[in-house]
């Protein structure tokens, strides 16, 4: 949605891993671990970097892995979406696929991993609190925030 509203192309990062790789994320981290989806992350977001701008959807552990965001912040507008535990819990429920949300409490292993990764969400050029917007204006506040901070 910010992208159409941007009038860019959009890349979804792990979709794009998936496809390089021939298999699904949880396939991935089952046959490589965390570790090796990391490298294949990284990768495919120096491709995606080098390419045209765009709108790129990274997971929530891109930017906590070491030397990504040193990397990309001089080519690109990092955005944080922010929302609470709880709300992020309702929006990705039954989606699947997240091989670190995986089994448990929903909204604690959110809450973990935010803790974990909270101090480079910090570090984003941009915040955006979505909260419990609707997508649609939880994409035109991205948006605008993009155009205001990012040139767009």
Known sequence: MVAALLDAPFLDL???????????IPE????????????????A???ALAGAPSVIAAGGG??????????????????????????AALRIAGQGGRPLLEGGDLVAQLEK???????WYGLAG???????????A????????ARQYGGW
């Open 113 to 119: 991993l935010l803790a974990e990764r909270g101090r």
């Open 14 to 24: 792990d979709a794009r891993i998936a496809e390089t790789a021939g298999r699904s």
């Open 28 to 43: 991935i981290f089952a046959a490589e671990g965390e570790s090796g989806f990391r490298v294949r992350e990284q990768a």
């Open 138 to 145: 939880a994409a035109e506040s991205i948006a605008l925030a």
């Open 62 to 87: 891109w930017i906590a892995h070491a030397g990504n965001l040193l990397e990309a912040e001089s080519s690109a507008l990092i955005l944080y979406m922010s929302l609470d535990p709880a709300d």
């Open 126 to 136: 941009v915040e955006v609190a979505v909260g419990k917007a609707p997508p649609d």
């Open 45 to 47: 977001m120096r491709i």
